[in-house]
Nanobody
Framework: QVQVVESGGGLVQAGGSLRLSCTAS????????MGWHRQAPGKQRELVAT???????NYADSLKGRFTISRDNAKNTVYLQMNSLKPEDTAAYYC???????????WGQGTQVTVSS
């Protein structure tokens, strides 16, 4: 089993920055990729960014240039640096750890990001 825990959310003014962290623990040896998704009230959950164990990244087109995902494999931790935040970035941000070998996906409980105008 894998446990995923996010941290770093909060309230920030528009134009500000936040860094989210996500740590996976447990049977992490088969985790191949980790990433972030977000869900705003009344909207579907959407991809923010993913990163593989080898460091390949994928971003939602609308967030390229403002958000950066990175990973510390030794710590089983992934980070999401969010800059130039906008009120429309307000959402619950969820971390995901993908075990492609066992075809399992693990989610954290989410961390709230609120951007005030």
């Amino acid at each position: 089993q894998v446990q995923v825990v996010e941290s770093g959310g909060g309230l920030v003014q528009a134009g500000g920055s936040l860094r989210l962290s996500c740590t996976a623990s447990g049977s992490t040896f088969s985790i191949s990729a980790m990433g972030w998704h977000r869900q705003a009230p009344g909207k579907q959950r959407e991809l923010v960014a993913t990163i593989t164990r080898g460091g390949s990244t994928n971003y939602a087109d609308s967030l390229k240039g403002r958000f950066t995902i990175s990973r510390d494999n030794a710590k089983n931790t992934v980070y999401l640096q969010m800059n130039s935040l906008k009120p429309e970035d307000t959402a619950a941000y969820y971390c995901n750890a993908a075990d492609t070998y066992n075809q399992r996906s693990y989610w954290g409980q989410g961390t709230q990001v609120t951007v005030s105008s």
